[in-house]
């Protein structure tokens, strides 16, 4: 293993992303829209505070990707009957397919990536990995992570 460990996880990182961003702009969407979309389908009726803590991204920089998901028609604001001032975000019925698509776009992906790898190499690979993930997460970003 001549590569650092580090160097090699950033690498793959870095081309699966290429990938999945060249693959998504085929169906209109910029990486910073999938990326709300899929973490939205996962925490439908959140705020967008919450969102922005899961994107890992700035409450602005959240309401402006908002703005432009809503004008698009993919998502809706709704007001938070516990707070007035506050709005939670929803996916509308014309961002479903758009999921479906981002599933497709991942999964021919992954298959892609993963080419060459038998099952049991697949399995080895996805189990090391979530060991790593456990390893440098703490508490928190653990029930996070299976929680979200």
């Known amino acids: 293993m001549s590569e650092p460990l580090g160097l090699l996880i950033a690498d ?3 081309l699966m ?8 702009r085929t169906i209109g969407l910029t990486r910073a829209q999938w990326r709300t979309l899929v973490v939205l389908s996962r925490n439908e ?9 899961l994107l890992d991204v700035e409450p602005i920089t959240l309401c402006r990707m908002v703005d432009r998901l809503e ?11 516990a707070d007035r001032r506050a709005w939670l ?3 509308t019925d014309a961002a479903r397919p758009l999921l479906a698509d981002i599933r497709v ?11 060459g790898l038998d099952t049991a190499a697949r399995e080895q690979l996805y189990a090391a990995l979530s060991v790593i993930r456990a390893n440098l997460s703490d508490t928190t970003e ?7």
Do not use: M, W
């Open 105 to 115: 776009i991942a999964d021919e992906l992954f298959e892609d990536a993963l080419a």
């Open 142 to 148: 653990l029930n996070e992570v299976a929680n979200g």
């Open 17 to 24: 992303r290429r990938r999945f961003d060249e693959r998504a």
């Open 45 to 53: 009726g959140s705020n967008q505070g919450k969102l922005a803590e």
């Open 71 to 81: 004008e698009a028609g993919h998502v809706e604001r709704r007001r938070d009957p």
């Open 12 to 14: 793959v990182s870095r």
């Open 89 to 91: 975000i929803y996916l």
